[in-house]
């Protein structure tokens, strides 16, 4: 088999064939109604970002920059879709989250955040609708705020300039620091500060005039359950903190790392309460009652119903429940299998989960789970892998699932075993066909019968194939050709499909071109939309899954038809964050276009260079416009075009 991956400079060509339209339509609501996404270590915080009155929402989280998510609902009943771009120039480095505030008072809300580099100011340069950021380098220059602090910023002493409270990573401290500037220009410095509580581990402090009684109070995160509350019990020049633990009493109690945010999103007056999570997804409780006696109750229509196992999602189809339409199985980072009953249809799925059943199936952390009746008594049973690289086999006896010691005991993968099944070599049992983190594929051949499983690894059956680290397969019959395919996620978010054409694995990158997941994607298929066709779903490193249906079947898609290469392409250095230099060969005199495409099909760069010589060619490409991500690179000839892809970095 030909390999076209370069791992050693992290680039990938493929050969390009025009298709009528994009098969894969990215449909994520199937895994989560709201659209709202669930990101590890979730930093809700609300401001009016586009002037219209109403509360926008950006989350913080450890996996980039913040994303904003734009209200296009009303001040009263919000709902939440994904907004423009508007923090392109912020370093993830610099913004693990924010707040907003008019610090140099010219009407307009600057953005300040913290990060791994400390406290950040990004002012607005642009307009109350449309807001463009600007770094201000080292305005909280001699605070001793360490890495990853989170800001909030009030009037505390009613003499018209902000005052800035910072919690503490690790040391989970408290500190208020007084504006000894302006308005129009802020100071700060440790000669003004000080703290007012120290709550463990990883403070997370938002201001708010929660009781309504003109003054600001502070309810503080952590690293632990529920909340620390400070009711300013002094006055709006004055302010005295008072620990007061009744009014948030009970709230994120089965959660930690809550980081709060307080809005009034429903317009009755009082602020409610919504706030992140460690795994992610958003908890939001409405204030039905009063500012001074707040009834707190619990809505899950606005962030609610995400799919989210906390880390590492890997997910498996099967109907288990025998009722026409598939169930979701997934590994977790934890170890835990989890199960999500599908109690919707086999055309449009809804999700319940039910895990307990499946608690025995843990053995360690980094989990990945097959299902399939591997004894032929009716009953689904499991395979599991984790990462220590050993494969179990738990029967289902019809009341619980029992560990079969020694029917795979004998097999080893190295570590991070993710086991699938199928008939692979069509003998009416199932086969194993598993991948493990150094990338490679494994073969257990099922050499006993479908009511006596015996399985045994066949050496070398996969000889050749790796796609760098962190294996997960997927088996369809992609093409419907009568053979079983395989489609690999790996540690990059790349996916591999080897083609399976007569007994031998043919690496065809075309039928999923334009496709990627996150860290450690895991590939899944199952048809969820009841048309006869294979849909793909995408486990992410953050636990939460994507949903790409097949809009159109394609199938082969064979090398044989394309024009070869006419010689080396190269481009240095990969990843990038200046220059990049792409190298190539032409065959004679031709035009050369280059087209730059982001993931999503948009062309955002182009250029036509004619009559290039014969041999040898170079192209000198600038990628600072860019931000940082991964981008298709396409070189088009006269007759034929080359497409890789690269990595833009800060």
């Given at each position: 088999?030909?390999?076209?991956?370069?791992?050693?400079?992290?680039?990938?060509?493929?050969?390009?064939?025009?298709?009528?339209?994009?098969?894969?339509?990215?449909?994520?609501e199937i895994f989560n109604p709201s659209g709202v996404p669930s990101?590890?270590?979730?930093?809700?915080?609300?401001?009016?970002?586009?002037?219209?009155?109403?509360?926008?929402?950006?989350?913080?989280?450890?996996?980039?920059?913040p994303y904003y998510m734009k209200n296009n609902g009303t001040l009263?009943?919000?709902?939440?879709?994904?907004?423009?771009?508007?923090?392109?120039?912020?370093?993830?480095?610099?913004?693990?989250?924010?707040?907003?505030?008019?610090?140099?008072?010219?009407?307009?809300?600057?953005?300040?955040?913290?990060?791994?580099?400390?406290?950040?100011?990004?002012?607005?340069?642009?307009?109350?609708?449309?807001?463009?950021?600007?770094?201000?380098?080292?305005?909280?220059?001699?605070?001793?705020?360490?890495?990853?602090?989170?800001?909030?910023?009030?009037?505390?002493?009613?003499?018209?300039?902000?005052?800035?409270?910072?919690?503490?990573?690790?040391?989970?401290?408290?500190?208020?620091?007084?504006?000894?500037?302006?308005?129009?220009?802020?100071?700060?410095?440790?000669?003004?500060?000080y703290e007012i509580g120290d709550v463990g581990l990883y403070a997370?402090?938002?201001?708010?005039?929660?009781?309504?009684?003109?003054?600001?109070?502070?309810?503080?995160?952590?690293?632990?359950?529920?909340?620390?509350?400070?009711?300013?019990?002094?006055?709006?020049?004055?302010?005295?903190?008072?620990?007061?633990?009744?009014?948030?009493?009970?709230?994120?109690?089965?959660?930690?790392?809550?980081?709060?945010?307080?809005?009034?999103?429903?317009?009755?007056?009082?602020?409610?309460?919504?706030?992140?999570?460690?795994?992610?997804?958003?908890?939001?409780?409405?204030?039905?009652?009063?500012?001074?006696?707040?009834?707190?109750?619990?809505?899950?229509?606005?962030?609610?119903?995400?799919?989210?196992?906390?880390?590492?999602?890997?997910?498996?189809?099967?109907?288990?429940?025998?009722?026409?339409?598939?169930?979701?199985?997934?590994?977790?980072?934890?170890?835990?299998?989890?199960?999500?009953?599908?109690?919707?249809?086999?055309?449009?799925?809804?999700?319940?989960?039910?895990?307990?059943?499946?608690?025995?199936?843990?053995?360690?952390?980094?989990?990945?789970?097959?299902?399939?009746?591997?004894?032929?008594?009716?009953?689904?049973?499991?395979?599991?892998?984790?990462?220590?690289?050993?494969?179990?086999?738990?029967?289902?006896?019809?009341?619980?699932?029992?560990?079969?010691?020694?029917?795979?005991?004998?097999?080893?993968?190295?570590?991070?075993?993710?086991?699938?099944?199928?008939?692979?070599?069509?003998?009416?049992?199932?086969?194993?066909?598993?991948?493990?983190?150094?990338?490679?594929?494994?073969?257990?051949?099922?050499?006993?019968?479908?009511?006596?499983?015996?399985?045994?690894?066949?050496?070398?059956?996969?000889?050749?194939?790796?796609?760098?680290?962190?294996?997960?397969?997927?088996?369809?019959?992609?093409?419907?050709?009568?053979?079983?395919?395989?489609?690999?996620?790996?540690?990059?978010?790349?996916?591999?499909?080897?083609?399976?054409?007569?007994?031998?694995?043919?690496?065809?990158?075309?039928?999923?071109?334009?496709?990627?997941?996150?860290?450690?994607?895991?590939?899944?298929?199952?048809?969820?939309?009841?048309?006869?066709?294979?849909?793909?779903?995408?486990?992410?490193?953050?636990?939460?899954?994507?949903?790409?249906?097949?809009?159109?079947?394609?199938?082969?898609?064979?090398?044989?038809?394309?024009?070869?290469?006419?010689?080396?392409?190269?481009?240095?250095?990969?990843?990038?964050?200046?220059?990049?230099?792409?190298?190539?060969?032409?065959?004679?005199?031709?035009?050369?276009?280059?087209?730059?495409?982001?993931?999503?099909?948009?062309?955002?760069?182009?250029?036509?260079?004619?009559?290039?010589?014969?041999?040898?060619?170079?192209?000198?490409?600038?990628?600072?416009?860019?931000?940082?991500?991964?981008?298709?690179?396409?070189?088009?000839?006269?007759?034929?075009?080359?497409?890789?892809?690269?990595?833009?970095?800060?």
């Open positions: 088999m030909k390999k076209l991956l370069f791992t050693t400079s992290f680039l990938s060509i493929i050969f390009f064939i025009n298709v009528s339209g994009q098969p894969w339509l990215q449909k994520d990101l590890p270590f979730s930093q809700p915080r609300f401001a009016d970002l586009d002037g219209d009155a109403d509360f926008d929402m950006i989350i913080g989280s450890t996996n980039g920059y009263s009943t919000p709902h939440f879709i994904p907004g423009e771009n508007i923090f392109s120039v912020v370093n993830p480095l610099d913004a693990e989250m924010g707040v907003f505030y008019d610090i140099d008072n010219d009407n307009d809300l600057d953005f300040i955040t913290g990060g791994y580099t400390g406290l950040n100011l990004f002012r607005n340069i642009g307009s109350v609708t449309n807001p463009e950021f600007q770094k201000i380098n080292n305005f909280f220059a001699g605070l001793n705020v360490g890495s990853n602090p989170v800001p909030d910023l009030a009037d505390l002493d009613n003499d018209g300039d902000a005052d800035l409270v910072v919690g503490l990573s690790e040391s989970g401290v408290v500190k208020i620091y007084t504006n000894t500037g302006t308005a129009q220009l802020s100071q700060f410095s440790e000669s003004s500060v997370y402090p938002v201001f708010c005039d929660i009781d309504n009684d003109n003054d600001q109070d502070l309810l503080v995160g952590r690293d632990g359950h529920g909340f620390n509350y400070y009711e300013n019990t002094g006055n709006a020049s004055a302010a005295i903190w008072q620990p007061n633990t009744s009014v948030f009493a009970g709230l994120g109690s089965d959660t930690y790392w809550n980081s709060p945010g307080l809005v009034d999103l429903d317009g009755n007056g009082t602020f409610d309460l919504i706030y992140g999570t460690a795994s992610g997804p958003l908890a939001y409780y409405n204030n039905a009652g009063t500012p001074s006696t707040p009834v707190w109750q619990i809505n899950t229509t606005l962030f609610g119903g995400v799919l989210d196992v906390g880390g590492a999602s890997s997910p498996c189809f099967y109907d288990y429940d025998n009722d026409g339409d598939l169930d979701l199985f997934s590994g977790s980072q934890l170890g835990d299998i989890r199960y999500f009953k599908n109690i919707g249809t086999s055309a449009g799925p809804a999700w319940e989960e039910n895990s307990g059943p499946f608690a025995s199936l843990k053995h360690s952390i980094y989990s990945a789970v097959a299902i399939g009746d591997v004894n032929g008594d009716g009953q689904a049973d499991a395979i599991v892998g984790d990462l220590s690289g050993k494969l179990y086999y738990h029967r289902n006896t019809g009341f619980g699932f029992t560990l079969v010691t020694d029917a795979l005991a004998a097999i080893n993968l190295g570590a991070w075993s993710v086991p699938r099944l199928a008939d692979l070599d069509n003998d009416g049992d199932l086969d194993i066909i598993a991948g493990n983190e150094a990338g490679n594929l494994f073969y257990i051949e099922n050499q006993g019968s479908p009511q006596s499983p015996a399985w045994v690894l066949i050496n070398g059956y996969f000889a050749g194939i790796d796609v760098g680290s962190n294996c997960v397969p997927a088996i369809y019959d992609v093409d419907f050709d009568n053979d079983l395919d395989i489609l690999c996620g790996d540690s990059w978010g790349d996916l591999t499909y080897l083609e399976n054409q007569s007994g031998t694995w043919v690496e065809n990158n075309l039928v999923f071109f334009g496709l990627s997941g996150n860290q450690n994607t895991a590939p899944a298929f199952g048809d969820l939309d009841g048309d006869g066709d294979p849909d793909l779903t995408l486990g992410q490193y953050d636990g939460t899954f994507s949903y790409f249906q097949n809009q159109r079947l394609i199938t082969g898609l064979s090398r044989n038809n394309l024009h070869k290469t006419s010689g080396n392409v190269r481009v240095y250095p990969n990843p990038v964050n200046g220059n990049a230099t792409i190298e190539f060969n032409l065959d004679a005199l031709s035009t050369v276009r280059f087209d730059v495409v982001d993931y999503t099909g948009k062309i955002i760069h182009s250029q036509n260079l004619s009559n290039l010589p014969a041999g040898y060619n170079s192209h000198n490409w600038d990628t600072r416009t860019l931000t940082p991500g991964n981008y298709f690179f396409r070189i088009t000839t006269n007759n034929e075009t080359i497409i890789f892809k690269i990595l833009k970095v800060k």
